[in-house]
């Protein structure tokens, strides 16, 4: 049995002890919901404590299993009122036997989810890259491995964090929630880097140890060998040794893990750019908003968010796949400052893809609230559910800027919504049609880029201050072109014009010298491939 040496060990410590080993269906391919898997845990441990006299519970994991474990640990804690637990995890209330979880081990445990490692061997690389693919197929029909929801920034990776950060905050009012976690650290771990195994955010109150000469398969080999011994040592440690002992052993010091959480700050901001975008404005307008708040209502402290997810030209922005990891970022620095301001509202300026992410994450994940929020040059469809979300107090205030001569908006993501083939859309073109008028601006005088202009960040920092703007404002509403709205109506038309001259080049190239070699004929069309595609994943 794989862990028969972990079973082992385990009764050195605690002879008389129950050792639990479920069978989990966690093949490579498997579509089992993971809610059905920790479900099916709850209901064993809870029918072992209903048959015998446990003083101490000790959940230990591996890898994947390690999130298992957090997860069931928090399940048993019960349902908090800030981070809702899925509706299909039956863990309302607190198990009786949550107070007697005494710590929770985690053997290489993949805390912040998997990610591709950068230097592993062609073979590994192959058999992912392999993996993958075969699971984004399996997406396509509607099977989604369970694999793929482990991934880093995933929906489950990011619930479990949140409700992990909520079940130690209430920890002290609820009296369960705050087990001892320890985590164990492959010294060779050669699948899952250093940046997946600690979680610096979520898991600053873990304790970490290394294991000697163990990668991320063997750290469970505790035999009888030099290097399985020394595994057993570390391990047998990890149970039962007390907190104190654990972290005066620990690799990483208190300092090292510690979070700087600051209580006082009652608002960050989040400034987030769009496609095509360095982002180096999001900081200027965070400025402002952190002056003007200070200047208007000096009891509020505010702070700011404005990370950047890199350039982002238009070909991947148009991948519904590649714009969903750019959510995950999102979702990632949401759930870092809801650990380091606990006490916190969040604000959203967002403009072009930034929009995008934050109405994509108000889909996906349910826990995501934000208090005042700005579009700009949105790229979120024209039918967007706003007032379900006003409605459910998922956002309090939203406004929305549009521009009359928005052509980005106005040909591409309009193109998408009109044929149906995304959730992309014209908004920042044509406004929401769930928006009532005093909740957008129709229109704006300019391009994509018109409501970042510096004319307009003292109204942009009064609304995400003060809920509304200040009388006098620079909004002025001017009409759109007729230009414009001619363009915007035939897009479909002018990109499939450019689709079929790019093609049409690209036979012309083929067919433009007959008597020319075939291998240059490949060459060259090789080259004006190259170049096509370059232009595309730059523009």
């Not at 794989?2 to 639990?20: G, T």
């Not at 290489?108 to 490692?117: F, K, L, Q």
């Not at 130690?168 to 771990?189: F, P, R």
Request: charged share 20%.
């Amino acid at each position: 049995m794989q862990y028969a040496s972990v079973k082992q060990a385990i009764l050195e410590c605690y002879p008389n002890s129950d050792v639990h080993i479920p069978q989990m269906p966690m093949g490579a391919f498997s579509c089992v919901d993971s809610n059905i898997i920790i479900n099916e845990r709850l209901r064993e441990i809870d029918q072992q404590w209903a048959t015998g006299e446990f003083k101490k519970i000790i959940l230990v994991g591996h890898s994947t299993g390690g999130l298992y474990a957090r997860k069931i640990y928090i399940a048993a804690c019960g349902e908090n009122d800030l981070v809702k637990f899925e509706p299909a995890l039956n863990a309302k209330e607190p198990r009786p036997w949550a107070k007697h979880v005494d710590r929770i081990v985690l053997l290489a445990g993949i805390n912040m989810g998997w990610s591709v490692p950068v230097h592993i061997s062609v073979k590994d690389t192959i058999l992912i890259k392999l993996g993958l693919f075969i699971g984004a197929v399996m997406a396509l029909f509607g099977f989604h491995a369970l694999g793929l929801k482990t991934r880093r920034g995933s929906s489950f990776i990011t619930l479990l964090r949140m409700q992990w950060l909520e079940m130690l905050l209430q920890a002290e009012h609820k009296g369960i929630g705050n087990a001892l976690a320890v985590q164990l650290l492959g010294t060779v771990d050669d699948i899952v880097s250093p940046d997946d195994n600690v979680d610096l955010i979520t898991g600053s109150s873990f304790v970490y140890l290394d294991v000697p000469d163990s990668g991320h398969a063997s750290v469970i080999q505790m035999g009888n060998s030099d290097s399985g011994k020394a595994r057993r040592k570390v391990f047998k440690d990890s149970i039962i040794k007390s907190k104190d002992e654990l972290q005066a052993m620990q690799v990483m010091q208190a300092d090292d893990i510690a979070l700087p959480v600051d209580k006082s700050v009652t608002d960050v901001i989040f400034v987030i750019h769009g496609i095509r975008d360095t982002g180096f404005w999001t900081a200027k307008i965070a400025r402002k908003v952190k002056s003007v708040g200070l200047k208007q209502i000096p009891k509020r402290v505010f702070a700011t968010e404005t990370s950047t997810y890199g350039y982002f030209p238009m070909l991947p922005f148009l991948l519904p796949n590649i714009r969903l990891k750019k959510v995950e970022w999102l979702m990632s620095q949401y759930v870092k400052n809801y650990a380091l301001y606990p006490n916190a509202k969040f604000s959203y300026i967002g403009h072009s893809n930034g929009t995008y992410l934050l109405a994509k994450a108000f889909h996906e994940y349910p826990f995501c609230k934000f208090h005042n929020v700005i579009f700009a040059g949105s790229v979120v469809h024209q039918n967007y559910g706003w007032g379900e979300l006003l409605a459910d107090k998922r956002v309090d205030n939203v406004y929305n800027f549009v521009a009359n001569d928005d052509w980005v908006v106005g040909t591409v993501p309009k193109t998408l919504q009109t044929l149906r083939l995304q959730d992309l859309g014209s908004a920042g073109f044509d406004g929401f049609r769930g928006l009532a008028p005093n909740e957008q601006a129709e229109y704006i005088q300019g391009n994509h880029g018109a409501a970042l202009s510096e004319i307009y960040w003292d109204d942009m920092a009064n609304f995400i201050v003060n809920s509304s703007f200040a009388k006098g404002g620079a909004i002025k509403i001017v009409t759109r072109s007729r230009l414009m709205s001619i363009v915007s109506k035939t897009a479909p038309l002018l990109l499939l014009l450019v689709i079929c001259l790019i093609f049409l080049l690209g036979a012309g190239i083929w067919h433009a010298f007959p008597k020319l070699d075939m291998g240059f004929k490949i060459i060259f069309l090789t080259l004006y491939c190259y170049i096509v595609w370059r232009i595309l994943t730059r523009f």
